[in-house]
Nanobody, 128 residues
Framework: EVQLVESGGGLVQAGGSLRLSCAAS????????IGWFRQAPGKEREGVSC????????DYGDSVKGRFTISSDNAKGTVYLQMNSLKPEDPAVYYC?????????????????????WGQGTQVTVSS
């Protein structure tokens, strides 16, 4: 059974940092892309970052470039999202997702429809 479990969310002051984790199981982690997405109340879910586990290629949404960093530990089957310089517009439920329909790709996508397995999400709150 494919499972994605997010952790690391919480309350942080504006300008602070958080590191989110996505623990994946039930599939060969090295062969697929993992993405991070977020959804704020009343807004559409948007792509934040993604990583191709096969070669480490990454991509970022424009709103987080230079502030967020995605990484993976293939041995642990875990993807991390280091979020620095958090802003009042960053609060949302953050989800990780796996694209298990594209085997061994050297790219990743920020498009929601590319991903077929999703975690339950972790809440990030930023106080000003």
């Amino acid at each position: 059974e494919v499972q994605l479990v997010e952790s690391g969310g919480g309350l942080v002051q504006a300008g602070g940092s958080l590191r989110l984790s996505c623990a994946a199981s039930g599939f060969t982690f090295d062969d697929y892309a993992i993405g991070w997405f977020r959804q704020a109340p009343g807004k559409e879910r948007e792509g934040v970052s993604c990583i191709s586990s096969s070669d480490g290629s990454t991509d970022y949404g424009d709103s987080v470039k230079g502030r967020f960093t995605i990484s993976s530990d293939n041995a642990k089957g875990t993807v991390y999202l280091q979020m620095n310089s958090l802003k009042p517009e960053d609060p949302a439920v953050y989800y990780c997702a796996a694209d298990l329909r594209t085997y061994g790709s050297s790219w990743c996508s920020l498009r929601l429809w590319q991903y077929d397995y999703w975690g339950q999400g972790t809440q990030v709150t930023v106080s000003s």
